[in-house]
Structure formats: C-alpha cells, structure tokens
C-alpha cells in the first residue's frame, strides 16, 4: 500500500495519472472516493471519481473489455459505501487512517453483501449502475454531506 502519500500527494498523483499502477488497488480506489467526499458535494465527488478513474486507466493502458477496466455499478457502490460509512462515522485525519477504522470496506469481497456475483459481474452492471438483489446499499444517516 502506498501509506507514504499524504492524502493530498495521492489524490494529486490520481489526478495528474502519476500513481504508479502497481499502486493502483481497491484501498487507493477507496481513498480517492474519501478524499473526492470530503471536498465536495456527493454528485461532483461522484462525477470526478467516474471521470477520473476512466482518464487513470487511459493513461495506463487499461482497456475496456468484458472482464476488465472501468465498472460503472462497482464505483457507484462502494462509493456509497464510503460516503454512508463517512456519514456515520465521520472523517479521520487521514484517509488512511479512515480505512484502518473501518476495516469491513478493505474486503473487496464486501460488495457481495449486496450483489449476487452474477448481477455485478454482468455486462449491464459494467456498463451502467444496476441496483444489489441482495440488499439495499446503505443510505446515509445525515443527508447534509
């Protein structure tokens, strides 16, 4: 894990695509959604993390495919799994020590609380956010972030 970035440099080498893609992982995904919420509205944060991730993996050479790249309902989801759990339990003083609070989003596995493996895993999940079959995402508690 890239624990040596301040949050500002990670979020800075996400933006400017300098994170070195070996560096790339769910945590570093998760800490850009963290970072985007805490300084901006839930729909800009939101829009800024879909575009961003799909100029990261340009830049990087990650292609489209049926098994691979840019997942639409996958970063609509944990994103709402961040900004419910930042809702409830507020920021930290860093988003790394955000994550090591909230050890139950590190499990990329999570998602499947919520989403048959099937339905996230389908063409039309990929391309378009789809809702869980499982159980709803968590919705905020506090609507003001």
């Not at 893609?21 to 993390?49: C, P, S």
């Not at 997942?71 to 988003?95: I, K, N, R």
């Not at 063409?123 to 968590?138: C, Q, R, V, W």
């Amino acid at each position: 894990m890239n624990r040596g970035l301040s949050d500002s440099e990670h979020l800075r080498q996400f933006e400017d695509q300098s994170l070195p893609l070996n560096l790339w992982h769910h945590r570093a995904h998760l800490k850009v959604a963290y970072l985007f919420l805490t300084r901006f509205t839930f729909e800009d944060a939101l829009d800024k993390l879909r575009s961003g991730i799909r100029a990261y993996n340009a830049v990087h050479g990650i292609a489209d495919t049926p098994t691979g790249g840019y997942h639409e309902t996958m970063t609509c989801a944990w994103f709402q799994l961040v900004h419910a759990t930042l809702c409830q339990f507020g920021p930290a003083t860093s988003a790394d020590a955000f994550f090591d609070a909230q050890i139950q989003l590190n499990d990329k596995r999570s998602l499947l609380i919520f989403y048959s493996h099937d339905r996230v895993m389908s063409p039309e999940a990929k391309s378009t956010f789809i809702p869980p079959d499982l159980a709803p995402l968590p919705q905020p508690l506090d609507s003001k972030r």
